[in-house]
């Protein structure tokens, strides 16, 4: 049962343009997502999060938006920029008090075209 | 850098053999993750401790165990290894439970 789901498996840019990088998830007790950054041979990297108390989460050119009656999150890059090709992960995590999960998606990934 | 620091980087071994791969969390953090990424899967959560306490499991396989020790540190112990256990294990830490995770750069298991 795939909890986190990222339906494309890639995606092109131009640089300069804005990418948009999509989420759906199933479980309605998530109450924390992340995003998460991957170049090939290196660990995920941390990018930003939003809280399911939130509906918007904006740090420079990266912004998050969540809308829970559709379960939809969505990460935003503006503007694109080369360095930004890397596969993207979706995450989100299980509260339950004395146990915690991040759950990841599968992963879309991203190439920024010069 | 992370902080998170993975051994070994790569390991190739032969079915039916067990390996043991090491995680040092960052200074600090109290929680280790362990997931699994497969070729073209995403990660797959295997388990969870929290200050040498298991916290949390996912799908791993009952021939994979793990434990966090004292100092903090986690093993991931895989054995009776099999062609699909081929794959990135990477673990990572957070300061408490259910925070951000920081990755290390992953170990990357070859069984031939």
């Known amino acids: 049962d795939q909890q986190v789901k990222q339906n494309s498996p890639s995606l092109s840019v131009q640089e300069g343009r804005i990418s948009i990088l999509n989420c759906d998830y199933t479980?309605?007790?998530?109450?924390?997502f992340l995003w998460y950054k991957k170049y090939p041979a290196e660990g995920p990297t941390f990018l930003i999060s939003i809280s399911s108390i939130k509906d918007k989460n904006e740090d420079g050119r990266f912004t998050v938006f969540l809308n829970k009656s559709a379960k939809h999150l969505s990460l935003h890059i503006v503007p694109s920029q080369p360095g930004d090709s890397a596969v993207y992960f979706c995450a989100a995590r299980l509260y339950g008090g004395a146990t915690n999960k991040l759950i990841f998606g599968t992963g879309t990934l991203l190439a920024v075209q010069p | 850098d992370s902080g998170v620091t993975q051994t070994p980087k790569h390991l190739i071994t032969a079915t039916g053999q067990r390996v043991t791969l090491r995680c040092s969390p960052r200074s600090g953090d109290l929680s280790v993750y362990w997931y699994q990424q497969s070729l073209d899967q995403g990660l797959q959560f295997l388990i969870q401790y929290y200050n040498g306490e298991e916290r949390a499991k996912g799908n791993i396989l009952e021939r994979f165990s793990a434990q966090q020790f004292p100092d903090l540190h986690s093993e991931l112990n895989l054995s009776s290894l099999e062609l699909g256990d081929s794959a990135l294990y990477f673990c990572?830490?957070?300061?408490?439970?259910?925070?951000?995770?920081?990755f290390g750069q992953g170990t990357r298991l070859t069984v031939v």
């Open positions: 479980n309605s007790m998530f109450d924390y």
């Open positions: 990572a830490s957070s300061p408490q439970l259910g925070t951000e995770a920081f």
